[in-house]
């Protein structure tokens, strides 16, 4: 393809082309300078797993935190409990202090503080960890009996013929798993996709927006012992200021108004602690019964086994054993991991860093972003070289197609574009060293 080409004008005349240098881009079309840039542009660039997360999750310290995309909230649930907290140590304490003998009221603050920090290392724990969230596959599974085809990139952006359930042994009982579109796997048993960090999580409970995070296998214990001691801290901070309340009227021989009105503060923690004390209180009576009974939020809300046995129910304390008891499976993803991104999507590839990429890799990507654009380079380009092919036919047997209005003195040239496109893939359009058509009636 290299060289000087020469090319005849309709008026006899020659014109030079020379197809060694290369067409400078901006003479190019769109779509063929989408075609190059996806063909030519095969650098990656090193990252880590976290960097090139597709899902919604933020990451602290170099990828050891994990948190939902609704992080700024786990602030709030920080203050909802530290503000009582410091109200209670500043006003509240001082006076029991006072009243109560032999340091028990020095007790009283140690243990609320003691308890606040738990609480708190129990929220992070509940957050800032991996709630069981499921790896998705780069490429659609190979499913027996059905037929996937790997021909053309457009597969991956089309979805392959995979039925849309599985169905699965749970101790004896049959199952049903489904397909994600999103991860491009068969969901595990109790596993569900969330919409708000757009991840599969691994015995999905719920997303909890209080904690900024998904509820699932490998943070549900951590979730039930914040709720349960936030609801005991609540208590807690309730029954001693009422005993504030109470040694007030008690001195002052004055009723609960009066009391209220020389302790305020007091006043407005009973009020507050009481109505947390229900919320947090009712959370944890309800996740008690889904801890005894072996079910899930989720499960629960879509009245999963209303009238159906529940395949994962051994009893009430082996569930309880389960739940508390069981070690904690280690998270399936490897967030510090280095990967290798193609650095035209930005998206990571299917192999890891130490793997090394073949250059015979077919004109497919294999990541699904890159995949949609790289079919649609590939059918521009099977356009053009069937008009290239065309071309060098209608030379070589000195016809033309019927129904062909031509006029007697029309020049069929190549292009510059064709030219720049047919020497970067190294396609010979068959054509003869005039490279044109003229058809003269």
Same mark, same amino acid.
């Given at each position: 393809?290299?060289?000087?080409e020469?090319?005849?004008?309709?008026?006899?005349?020659?014109?030079?082309?020379?197809?060694?240098?290369p067409?400078?881009t901006?003479?190019?079309?769109?779509?063929?300078?989408?075609?190059?840039?996806?063909?030519?542009?095969?650098?990656?660039?090193?990252?880590?797993?976290?960097?090139?997360?597709?899902?919604?999750?933020?990451?602290?310290?170099?990828?050891?935190?994990?948190?939902?995309?609704?992080?700024?909230?786990?602030?709030?649930?920080?203050?909802?409990?530290?503000?009582?907290?410091?109200?209670?140590?500043?006003?509240?304490?001082?006076?029991?202090?006072?009243?109560?003998?032999?340091?028990?009221?020095?007790?009283?603050?140690?243990?609320?503080?003691?308890?606040?920090?738990?609480?708190i290392?129990?929220?992070?724990l509940?957050?800032?960890?991996?709630?069981?969230?499921?790896?998705?596959?780069?490429?659609?599974?190979?499913?027996?009996?059905s037929?996937?085809?790997?021909?053309?990139?457009?597969?991956?952006?089309?979805?392959?013929?995979?039925?849309?359930?599985?169905?699965?042994?749970?101790?004896?009982?049959?199952?049903?798993?489904?397909?994600?579109?999103?991860?491009?796997?068969?969901?595990?048993?109790?596993?569900?996709?969330?919409?708000?960090?757009?991840?599969?999580?691994?015995?999905?409970?719920?997303?909890?927006?209080?904690?900024?995070?998904?509820?699932?296998?490998?943070?549900?214990?951590?979730?039930f012992?914040?709720?349960?001691?936030?609801?005991?801290?609540?208590?807690?901070?309730? +029954? /001693?200021?009422?005993?504030? #309340?109470?040694?007030?009227?008690? $001195? *002052?021989?004055?009723?609960?108004? =009066?009391?209220?009105? @020389?302790?305020?503060?007091?006043?407005?923690?009973?009020?507050?602690?009481?109505?947390?004390?229900?919320?947090?209180?009712?959370?944890? +009576? /309800?996740?008690?019964?889904? #801890?005894?009974?072996?079910?899930? $939020? *989720?499960?629960?809300?879509?009245? =999963?086994?209303?009238? @159906?046995?529940?395949p994962?129910?051994?009893?009430?304390?082996?569930?309880?054993?389960?739940?508390?008891?069981?070690?904690?499976?280690?998270?399936?993803?490897?967030f510090?991991?280095?990967?290798?991104?193609?650095?035209?999507?930005?998206?990571?590839?299917?192999?890891?860093?130490?793997?090394?990429?073949?250059?015979?890799?077919?004109?497919?990507?294999?990541?699904?972003?890159?995949?949609?654009?790289?079919?649609v380079?590939?059918?521009?380009?099977?356009?053009?070289?069937?008009?290239?092919?065309?071309?060098?036919?209608?030379?070589?047997?000195g016809?033309?197609?019927?129904?062909?209005?031509?006029?007697?003195?029309?020049?069929?040239?190549?292009?510059?574009?064709?030219?720049?496109?047919?020497?970067?893939?190294?396609?010979?359009?068959?054509?003869?060293?005039?490279?044109?058509?003229?058809?003269?009636?």
């Amino acid at each position: 393809m290299g060289g000087v080409e020469r090319m005849r004008g309709g008026s006899g005349g020659e014109k030079m082309y020379n197809t060694s240098t290369p067409m400078p881009t901006h003479q190019l079309s769109d779509s063929n300078r989408r075609i190059m840039g996806s063909h030519n542009d095969n650098r990656a660039r090193n990252l880590r797993v976290y960097q090139a997360w597709k899902g919604n999750n933020i990451f602290c310290l170099g990828g050891r935190l994990v948190f939902g995309p609704d992080v700024r909230s786990l602030f709030l649930t920080i203050l909802l409990i530290m503000i009582p907290v410091v109200l209670f140590s500043a006003f509240v304490s001082r006076r029991l202090i006072e009243d109560f003998q032999h340091q028990l009221g020095d007790y009283i603050v140690v243990i609320c503080a003691v308890l606040t920090a738990y609480v708190i290392i129990l929220l992070f724990l509940t957050s800032a960890r991996d709630p069981g969230i499921i790896p998705r596959n780069l490429h659609p599974p190979e499913d027996e009996g059905s037929s996937i085809s790997a021909d053309w990139p457009g597969s991956q952006v089309s979805g392959p013929s995979l039925p849309p359930t599985k169905d699965v042994m749970v101790n004896g009982m049959v199952v049903k798993v489904k397909y994600c579109q999103t991860c491009m796997l068969y969901r595990s048993p109790r596993c569900s996709h969330c919409s708000i960090c757009n991840n599969c999580v691994e015995r999905f409970d719920h997303h909890c927006p209080w904690v900024g995070q998904c509820i699932g296998k490998r943070n549900y214990r951590f979730f039930f012992m914040f709720v349960s001691s936030t609801t005991i801290l609540c208590l807690y901070v309730l +029954a /001693f200021c009422w005993v504030n #309340i109470r040694k007030i009227m008690d $001195t *002052y021989h004055c009723d609960i108004w =009066r009391a209220f009105l @020389k302790s305020p503060v007091s006043g407005i923690l009973v009020l507050y602690t009481f109505i947390c004390a229900w919320f947090v209180g009712g959370l944890t +009576a /309800f996740h008690l019964y889904l #801890i005894c009974t072996n079910q899930t $939020t *989720y499960e629960n809300f879509r009245y =999963r086994y209303d009238g @159906k046995m529940n395949p994962y129910n051994l009893g009430c304390v082996r569930n309880v054993l389960e739940v508390f008891f069981t070690k904690i499976p280690k998270s399936k993803n490897k967030f510090r991991a280095k990967v290798l991104v193609d650095s035209s999507s930005g998206y990571a590839a299917s192999m890891p860093l130490s793997h090394v990429l073949s250059p015979e890799v077919p004109k497919r990507s294999f990541d699904i972003e890159v995949g949609k654009r790289q079919a649609v380079a590939d059918e521009d380009f099977e356009d053009l070289q069937s008009q290239i092919d065309s071309i060098g036919g209608l030379e070589r047997c000195g016809t033309q197609p019927r129904h062909a209005n031509w006029d007697h003195k029309a020049n069929w040239e190549i292009t510059p574009d064709i030219q720049v496109l047919a020497a970067e893939f190294g396609m010979e359009p068959g054509l003869a060293d005039g490279q044109k058509i003229s058809r003269d009636h």
